[in-house]
């Protein structure tokens, strides 16, 4: 398929864009405490910094979280220089030059929790495309990966972690068996019994 200029150059010009500035309030928030204080990323727990940096829509907050994961000891000049000549650089000149108004343990709490809840967000939306895709075309392994992040919701386990224990055939809690056997005794998701007729 051959696609038109404008409407092919108008997409990436949009994706672009989006790496130039945060996706949101919350994001925006993150990135002004991670541009003031680069280490903060590394005092999350190594799977919350993994899952950050891989979210499926990137922004200005994904893309710096990548650039400190790639360079542990950049300092915020050095991030300014890394977006120098962008529209992302104004931006974040601007955050590095508003004060934060809390101290050094209180932004730490912060930023982890505003982490946390971003995480949350994503898992939410990634269960909501399952789900819409479960609807549109129904599969074992799609109603597997729903139920298994579904399940994590609660648990508030992630969701990679709780594919490779279904993969191995264990439940969260270290059991075995880590789904239902139907009535041709094939192995599918644990979740809500469905009444046997």
């Known amino acids: 398929m051959d696609c038109s200029t404008a409407r092919c150059g108008g997409a990436a010009a949009r994706s672009a864009d989006s790496l130039l500035r945060p996706a949101g309030p919350l994001h925006r928030r993150l990135l002004a405490h991670l541009i003031h204080r680069p280490g903060l990323l590394l005092a999350l727990p190594p ?9 499926p829509d990137p922004d200005l907050l994904v893309e710096v979280v990548r650039y400190v994961a790639q360079n542990p000891e950049a300092e915020p000049v050095e991030i300014l220089g890394r977006w120098s000549g962008t529209a992302a650089h104004a931006l974040l000149l601007q955050l590095l030059q508003a004060p934060l108004a809390i101290d050094e343990h ?40 729903f139920w298994l992040r579904k399940q994590g919701a609660a648990s508030g386990e992630p969701a990679a972690v709780r594919a490779d224990a ?29 009444r046997q007729e």
């Not at 990634?126 to 599969?139: G, H």
């Not at 279904?166 to 469905?194: F, L, T």
């Open 166 to 194: 279904a993969a191995a055939g264990v439940n969260a809690d270290g059991g075995a068996g880590a789904g239902v056997v139907d009535a041709a005794g094939q192995v599918g998701p644990a979740g809500p019994r469905m």
């Open 106 to 145: 209180a932004q730490q709490g912060e930023f982890t929790d505003g982490v946390a809840k971003l995480l949350l967000a994503i898992e939410r939306a990634e269960r909501q495309r399952l789900l819409a895709e479960l609807r549109e075309d129904p599969t074992r392994e799609k109603l597997a990966e």
């Open 47 to 55: 799977a919350a910094r993994e899952r950050l940096g891989a979210h």
